[in-house]
Structure formats: C-alpha cells, structure tokens
C-alpha cells in the first residue's frame, strides 16, 4: 500500500500571505495525485487533480506542482475562505486510493 | 446537475450490520466508477472501497476485506455500501463519491454518519 504523509500538520498562516502545503508518497504515484480541501462540517471539495490541474470553479491562487514523490499545494494568497483542512490523495495505485492525514491552514 | 444523495444516519449495536445507499443523478450512472470514503470523528479521510457501476467490479482497502461488500443497482442509479460485524472504531461518516475520469473525486454525497454503541 502506498502510504502519504503531509506536512506540516498545522500551518498557521495571516490572511494576504502565501501558505505552502507539502504531500509525499512512500513510492512513485506519477502524476496521480488529487488535493481536497475540508471546511468544518462540510464535505471535501475537490481542487487539483493530476497534480497541477485546477478543477472546476477553482480559484487561480490555488496551484499543485510535483511529479513521483514530493507534491505541493501552495496559496498565492489567503484568503478568509480558505482556512481549512487539505487533504492529498494518491490514485496511481488505481483503483485503489490513499490519503494523506491532512494539514489544518488555520489563523496566525 | 450532479448529485449524490446518500440515505440517513444509522445507529448500530457492535456486530451489527449498516447498509448505506448512495443515489446519483445528473449524469449517466454507469459511465463514472464510485468510491466509498469514511471519516472517523475529528480524523482524515480513508478509502474503503471502490466500485465500477458498468459491470459491478469492486475492490476494497485490505482493511476491510471480508466486512465490506459494495453493490449497484443500475436501474435505479443507487450504489450500495454493507459493512458487516460493526466495531466501536467503525463509527465514522461515510461519503460516497464518484470518481472524475480525468482523476480524482469529483462530486461527494452529504455523507451519513453510522455510530456504533452498544
């Protein structure tokens, strides 16, 4: 099984500033890797699939990078919205998915 | 447009049974496979399953293999998730959500909390 990790665990961060948000697979998953973000009492919503691509009505400050190992998800800017719970999820490992435990974006 | 409409919340004693329903609509069932994704209180999100809605493959995560058992029924665009012998640890919401054919999930149902107390 291929396992994830994110880190950090909490990244406390003001709104106006970049948050960089990490993501590691315990083998090569390619390009096959989505992002979610999870607001409290909400379900998760999907933002980036195929590492770099932004889904539908994604904003623009939302962008992924990466390829086999090491992945990113980084905020241009935060914004009020986008404090949350992020989640990566590898599917290259298909049709068998796994997540990583998630980092929390709160406020500094 | 797109949804996924799962059944209520259930309450079951440990060794019990749930069976969760997940009805789409707003698309063509067959052609986009359907995971099952579980979040225990105040946890992340863990894959349980996976099931093609063309001819009913399915695969689960090894940690349920044995327990879980995923259905559809096509004529009613409804994906069934069975979980058998409930733990305490098997309290969780559980989502369905489909998967988009260019990666990912991409539309989730509202979820439906199982709780498991005796």
């Known amino acids: 099984e291929i396992v994830m990790t994110q880190s950090p665990v909490t990244l406390s961060v003001s709104p106006g500033e970049r948050g960089t948000l990490s993501c590691r697979a315990s083998q090569s998953v390619g390009t096959n890797l989505a992002w979610y973000q999870q607001k409290p009492g909400q379900v998760p919503r999907l933002l980036i699939y195929?590492?770099?691509t932004r889904a539908t009505d994604v904003p623009a400050r939302f962008s992924g990078s990466g390829s086999g190992t090491e992945f990113t998800l980084t905020i241009s800017s935060l914004q009020s919205e986008d404090f949350a719970v992020y989640y990566c999820h590898q599917y290259n490992d298909w049709p068998r998915g796994t997540f990583g435990p998630g980092t929390k974006v709160d406020f500094k | 447009q797109v949804q996924l409409v799962q059944s209520g919340a259930e309450v079951k004693k440990p060794g019990a049974s749930v069976r969760v329903s997940c009805k789409a609509s707003?698309?063509?069932?067959?052609?986009?496979?359907l995971s099952w994704v579980r979040q225990a209180p105040g946890q992340g999100l863990e894959w349980v399953g996976w099931i093609h809605t063309y001819n009913g493959n399915t695969d689960y995560a090894q940690k349920f293999q044995g327990r879980v058992t995923m259905t559809t029924d096509t004529s009613t665009n409804t994906a069934y998730m069975e979980l058998e012998n409930l733990r305490s640890d098997d309290a969780a919401i559980y989502y369905c959500?489909?998967?988009?054919?260019?990666?990912?999930?991409?539309?989730w149902g509202q979820g439906t909390l199982v709780t498991v107390s005796s």
């Open positions: 707003g698309y063509k069932f067959i052609n986009y496979r």
């Open positions: 195929g590492a770099s």
């Open positions: 959500a489909r998967e988009a054919s260019i990666g990912g999930l991409d539309y």
